[in-house]
């Protein structure tokens, strides 16, 4: 059981590319609808609620609304780029256009693809907060070479995201169930987690639990890196989480993937 | 069968789903460039044969060895000397002809230089030249199976494993794949089929195993096959009372089967049979060779879905 399981992981670290280069090839078809789409709904939300709810809410952390806010909307937007992308385009290849089936008919593992899927998940991640990273800088509310530093902790959160939700269409029978997981896990981290006001607003004991939440751990990183202030609480031990976020569910996702495809 | 020699090698293997037994206690031995069929109806357990030597499914009990590797064990390192036709298509739709290649040959982690090198003979292969920028999408189901068949070839396969891969098509591009599979075979491929098409078996299987409810029922040549089951001409009449008409023709035939409203009487001597029904208004009389419908009847007692 155990020497099986090892036989689905992941034979070099190379054989992922050819799945991360098919799904980059699909996208360049679709770049700019996909550009677009992606963008429309942050900075929406960047606008909408920096300006508007700006104006009543003064400043933040010492800083305004919309630069505390936009650092917020990059980790959430590299949260939701890769869990839809997961949910919605990898469930599809992986159940009704079957190209997890072709693409096992060849010599790569379910570990080569997962890996695949989830580093592209998270280079979509890496795309919105790029862009939403940059209509901040050009507004002034963040600095251009900040925008830099947190790209690494925009690439690590879009990996655990993906691997999370990697664990969801494991499970998930069809897409109508990922509303649970939308609703019930994603909307009220977005809350919780210090990405739109201070999570020193909430009662201590939410704080506790969610200090707990991988989102929280990334804004924790991005928004310093944003804002050039120091980390709070350690930047060794949010990444740490972090890595325990987007590892873990790899392999128990490849477990339940090997039970529903390979039986 | 030397095991060094055989190109698949299954002994005593059994897979069931819950209670529901779906392959039964099968053992059966592939020479290397032999085209060998598994033929049986709808749910005799072909395709989780298919998926079983690609290690994509792992057998209850029993041993599975292809191209030399236990399998699954080592269903990967055996994967790359296969190729692969499944019963659905999975090419992706929104990819050219030249693009589902190249997306292919990656997985086989062939470079750039060397996919390049190999597509336009797999193109011409697969009568796909004047397709090649063609979006997968906009070609026909022929079509779609010849580049899903150049697809399984990209990585020069010494297996091919084709689970119905002609399943869906018409007359003229089923006729196209099998000329197409017999260039395979003369270039010294080894193809696994999987058909309900009994015509297709016959056209092209070397050997065949006949499948019913996940056991073998027979093994052979399909000429040895019909000869050894049947032997003789068939006659199939409809039209009339199946059961007035047998003890009619009884006394004539060697062996009798009714399916249906059909009756199948199995004759040396066939005039014989004919006499009998000279004058009988409303039945309509067929004369043929015998083929392995016959001995899938014979063997079961029923017909198989077509």
């Given at each position: 059981?155990?020497?099986?399981?090892?036989?689905?992981?992941?034979?070099?670290?190379?054989?992922?590319?050819?799945?991360?280069?098919?799904?980059?090839?699909?996208?360049?078809?679709?770049?700019?609808a996909s550009v677009l789409g992606n963008l429309a709904d942050p900075i929406t939300n960047l606008f909408g609620l920096g300006f508007g709810l700006g104006l009543i809410v003064g400043r933040v952390e010492g800083t305004s609304y919309i630069a505390f806010l936009a650092a917020g909307m990059v980790a959430i937007?590299?949260?939701?780029?890769?869990?839809?992308?997961?949910?919605?385009?990898?469930?599809?290849?992986?159940?009704?256009?079957?190209?997890?089936?072709?693409?096992?008919?060849?010599?790569?593992?379910?570990?080569?693809?997962?890996?695949?899927?989830?580093?592209?998940?998270?280079?979509?991640?890496?795309?919105?907060?790029?862009?939403?990273?940059?209509?901040?800088?050009?507004?002034?509310?963040?600095?251009?070479?900040?925008?830099?530093?947190?790209?690494?902790?925009?690439?690590?959160?879009?990996?655990?995201?993906?691997?999370?939700?990697?664990?969801?269409?494991?499970?998930?029978?069809?897409?109508?169930?990922?509303?649970?997981?939308?609703?019930?896990?994603?909307?009220?981290?977005?809350?919780?987690?210090?990405?739109?006001?201070?999570?020193?607003?909430?009662?201590?004991?939410?704080?506790?639990?969610?200090?707990?939440?991988?989102?929280?751990?990334?804004?924790?990183?991005?928004?310093?890196?944003?804002?050039?202030?120091?980390?709070?609480?350690?930047?060794?031990?949010?990444?740490?989480a972090l890595c325990v976020y987007a590892v873990v569910p790899f392999f128990v996702s490849t477990a339940l993937f090997r039970r529903r495809l390979l039986r | 069968m030397n095991m060094s020699t055989a190109a698949i090698d299954l002994a005593g293997v059994s897979k069931s789903f819950g209670d529901k037994i779906?392959?039964?206690?099968?053992?059966?031995?592939?020479?290397?460039?032999?085209?060998?069929?598994?033929?049986?109806?709808?749910?005799?357990?072909?395709?989780?044969?298919?998926?079983?030597?690609?290690?994509?499914?792992?057998?209850?009990?029993?041993?599975?060895?292809?191209?030399?590797?236990?399998?699954?064990?080592?269903?990967?390192?055996?994967?790359?000397?296969?190729?692969?036709?499944?019963?659905?298509?999975?090419?992706?739709?929104?990819?050219?002809?030249?693009?589902?290649?190249?997306?292919?040959?990656?997985?086989?982690?062939?470079?750039?230089?060397?996919?390049?090198?190999?597509?336009?003979?797999?193109?011409?292969?697969?009568?796909?030249?004047?397709?090649?920028?063609?979006?997968?999408?906009?070609?026909?189901?022929?079509?779609?199976?010849?580049?899903?068949?150049?697809?399984?070839?990209?990585?020069?396969?010494?297996?091919?494993?084709?689970?119905?891969?002609?399943?869906?098509?018409?007359?003229?591009?089923?006729?196209?794949?099998?000329?197409?599979?017999?260039?395979?075979?003369?270039?010294?491929?080894?193809?696994?089929?999987?058909?309900?098409?009994?015509?297709?078996?016959?056209?092209?299987?070397?050997?065949?195993?006949?499948?019913?409810?996940?056991?073998?029922?027979?093994?052979?040549?399909?000429?040895?096959?019909?000869?050894?089951?049947?032997?003789?001409?068939?006659?199939?009449?409809?039209?009339?009372?199946?059961?007035?008409?047998?003890?009619?023709?009884?006394?004539?035939?060697?062996?009798?089967?009714?399916?249906?409203?059909?009756?199948?009487?199995?004759?040396?001597?066939?005039?014989?049979?004919?006499?009998?029904?000279?004058?009988?208004?409303?039945?309509?009389?067929?004369?043929?060779?015998?083929?392995?419908?016959?001995?899938?009847?014979?063997?079961?007692?029923?017909?198989?879905?077509?």
């Amino acid at each position: 059981m155990g020497e099986s399981y090892a036989a689905l992981m992941p034979t070099n670290a190379s054989n992922w590319i050819a799945v991360w280069r098919r799904n980059f090839l699909a996208w360049r078809k679709v770049a700019l609808a996909s550009v677009l789409g992606n963008l429309a709904d942050p900075i929406t939300n960047l606008f909408g609620l920096g300006f508007g709810l700006g104006l009543i809410v003064g400043r933040v952390e010492g800083t305004s609304y919309i630069a505390f806010l936009a650092a917020g909307m990059v980790a959430i937007s590299a949260m939701t780029s890769a869990t839809f992308e997961t949910l919605y385009a990898t469930f599809a290849r992986m159940d009704a256009k079957r190209t997890w089936e072709a693409i096992l008919s060849t010599q790569l593992t379910l570990g080569d693809v997962v890996l695949g899927e989830l580093v592209w998940a998270a280079s979509k991640s890496v795309l919105a907060g790029t862009a939403i990273g940059i209509v901040a800088a050009t507004l002034g509310y963040a600095s251009w070479p900040s925008i830099l530093y947190a790209m690494p902790t925009v690439a690590l959160t879009g990996l655990v995201f993906a691997s999370l939700a990697m664990v969801v269409i494991s499970l998930a029978p069809s897409y109508d169930y990922f509303v649970f997981y939308q609703t019930l896990i994603l909307t009220p981290m977005v809350f919780l987690c210090g990405a739109v006001f201070p999570m020193s607003q909430l009662p201590s004991s939410f704080q506790h639990v969610a200090g707990l939440l991988p989102l929280a751990h990334s804004v924790d990183l991005i928004r310093p890196a944003m804002l050039e202030h120091a980390t709070s609480g350690g930047a060794a031990l949010h990444v740490g989480a972090l890595c325990v976020y987007a590892v873990v569910p790899f392999f128990v996702s490849t477990a339940l993937f090997r039970r529903r495809l390979l039986r | 069968m030397n095991m060094s020699t055989a190109a698949i090698d299954l002994a005593g293997v059994s897979k069931s789903f819950g209670d529901k037994i779906i392959v039964n206690e099968l053992s059966f031995s592939v020479a290397r460039g032999e085209c060998f069929g598994l033929l049986g109806p709808n749910g005799a357990g072909k395709s989780t044969i298919a998926r079983m030597l690609l290690g994509m499914m792992s057998p209850d009990e029993g041993k599975i060895t292809v191209l030399n590797e236990p399998v699954p064990a080592r269903a990967r390192v055996a994967r790359v000397r296969i190729g692969v036709v499944p019963q659905f298509d999975n090419l992706e739709l929104e990819f050219t002809v030249r693009e589902n290649l190249r997306v292919f040959g990656r997985y086989f982690g062939m470079s750039a230089r060397k996919i390049e090198a190999v597509v336009p003979s797999l193109l011409e292969f697969a009568r796909l030249e004047s397709k090649a920028d063609v979006r997968v999408a906009a070609l026909s189901g022929g079509m779609k199976r010849r580049l899903t068949l150049a697809r399984a070839l990209i990585n020069d396969p010494h297996l091919l494993v084709m689970d119905e891969p002609t399943t869906g098509l018409d007359p003229h591009a089923r006729h196209l794949i099998w000329e197409r599979l017999r260039v395979l075979l003369s270039r010294g491929k080894t193809i696994l089929l999987t058909t309900h098409f009994m015509e297709e078996a016959e056209r092209l299987c070397d050997r065949l195993c006949v499948l019913e409810s996940g056991r073998k029922i027979a093994e052979g040549k399909p000429d040895a096959l019909i000869d050894e089951h049947i032997g003789c001409n068939v006659i199939e009449i409809y039209g009339g009372d199946p059961h007035e008409l047998t003890e009619l023709v009884r006394p004539y035939a060697r062996h009798i089967e009714v399916s249906g409203e059909t009756l199948f009487c199995y004759a040396q001597y066939p005039e014989q049979v004919r006499v009998q029904l000279r004058g009988r208004a409303g039945l309509r009389i067929l004369q043929r060779p015998p083929n392995l419908e016959d001995v899938f009847l014979r063997l079961t007692g029923r017909e198989m879905e077509k």
